[in-house]
C-alpha cells in the first residue's frame, strides 16, 4: 500500500494521469467552501492523503497550503522539490516544516486571510507538546499543534482521509467539521478538540489498518 500511494503520489503531481474519487461527506467540504474564512484539512498517514488537494476548494480556487516534513532522503527531496516548483502557477503550495515558529506564522496568516491550511494530526514532532488519546487498549500521543493552530486562527477544522481502492482510485471521507472551543482555558479547548479528532484517527485507522503509513511501534513499552 505504502509502495503504491508513493509511487501515485508523484504521478499526481506530473498531471498526466487519470485518478478516480469517490467523495463521502462532501457536504461538510462544500460547507466550508461557501464561507470566506479558512479552514483546516486535518488527516494521517492513511492511505494517499495528498490525494485530497486535487479536489478544487471551491469556485475561486482558493490556496491551499500543505505542511509537511522533508524527505528523509536528500535525492528524493530534491525530486520532490522539483517536482513542485514545475509546477508554477499553481494554487497549491507545500510547506516543509523546520525548527523555529517561522513555519506557525506563515500558516496562521494563510488561515487569516482565507486559504485552506491541510497537515498530520498522527506524527508528533521531536519536543512537542501532546496529548494522549484512548487507541485501541493503549495509548497514543496526538501533536497539540493542529488544534492550537486552528484555535489561535479561530476557524474550524475538517477531518479527511483519503483511503486507495485500486490503481489511482481514492475514496474520500470528510468528517464533520469541529469547531474549536475558545475559553479562558486554552489547554482544555485543546484537549477537547484533539479528543475528537483522536476518535477520528481510530476510525481511519480501523478501517484500513493495512493503510496507515507508521514504521514504528507505538504500543506503551
Not at 492511505?47 to 491551499?64: D, H, K
Not at 508528533?124 to 486552528?150: C, N, W
Not at 480501523?206 to 503509513?213: A, I, K, L, S, V
Request: include cysteine.
Amino acid at each position: 500500500h505504502y509502495s503504491w500511494c508513493l509511487t501515485e503520489r508523484y504521478e499526481s503531481l506530473l498531471d498526466r494521469f487519470h485518478f478516480e474519487f469517490e467523495v463521502e461527506g462532501l457536504e461538510h467540504w462544500t460547507l466550508l467552501n461557501t464561507k470566506p474564512s479558512g479552514f483546516m484539512i486535518v488527516t494521517a498517514h492513511v492511505g494517499n492523503w495528498e490525494i485530497a488537494s486535487r479536489i478544487p476548494s471551491g469556485p475561486e480556487q482558493r490556496t491551499m497550503h500543505l505542511a509537511r516534513e522533508e524527505e528523509i532522503d536528500p535525492a528524493a527531496q530534491k525530486y520532490f522539490q522539483e517536482l513542485l516548483d514545475s509546477r508554477g502557477g499553481s494554487k497549491l503550495q507545500t510547506h516543509f516544516l523546520g525548527d523555529g515558529l517561522g513555519h506557525g506564522v506563515e500558516l496562521l496568516h494563510a488561515l487569516q486571510v482565507g486559504d485552506v491550511v491541510a497537515l498530520q494530526c498522527d506524527r508528533p514532532r521531536q519536543s512537542s507538546a501532546v496529548v494522549e488519546i484512548p487507541f485501541f487498549g493503549t495509548s497514543f500521543p496526538m501533536p497539540e499543534g493542529p488544534a492550537a493552530l486552528a484555535r489561535a486562527a479561530e476557524v474550524p477544522i475538517l477531518p479527511m482521509f483519503a483511503f486507495r481502492e485500486g490503481r489511482r482510485r481514492y475514496r474520500i471521507f470528510f468528517k464533520p467539521p469541529i469547531f474549536v472551543p475558545r475559553t479562558q482555558n486554552r489547554a482544555a479547548d485543546v484537549c477537547k478538540t484533539i479528543d475528537v479528532l483522536g476518535e477520528h484517527l481510530v476510525w481511519a485507522i480501523g478501517r484500513e489498518p493495512y493503510q496507515w503509513h507508521c514504521f514504528v511501534d507505538v504500543r506503551d513499552p
